[in-house]
């Protein structure tokens, strides 16, 4: 075999690799988003509506999912 071959492959073989990283970053990216969108529906509690709950949330880092 000739050198253009072995160049041509590893260029193929590197594009290869960088689109599956791409492909699973995408992945992990999308579930992340889609995790914290289901943490930001939720029921509000009675918490949610005195300025003392809103606070205790805070500190417990309850008021917002940590995605945000």
């Known amino acids: ?5 072995y160049w ?3 260029i193929v073989i590197t594009i ?4 599956s990283i791409i492909i699973i ?3 992990n990216q999308t579930k ?3 995790d ?5 529906i939720r029921p509000f509690v009675k918490e949610f509506f005195y300025w003392e709950g809103l606070q205790e949330l805070g ?3 309850l008021f917002q ?3 945000l």
């Not at 075999?1 to 071959?5: A, E, P, S, V, Y």
């Open 1 to 5: 075999m000739n050198k253009d071959f």
């Open 8 to 10: 041509w492959s590893a």
């Open 36 to 40: 914290c969108a289901s943490g930001r």
């Open 65 to 67: 999912p940590r995605c």
């Open 25 to 27: 970053d995408g992945v």
């Open 16 to 19: 290869i690799i960088l689109l």
């Open 59 to 61: 500190k417990k880092g």
């Open 32 to 34: 992340l988003i889609t």
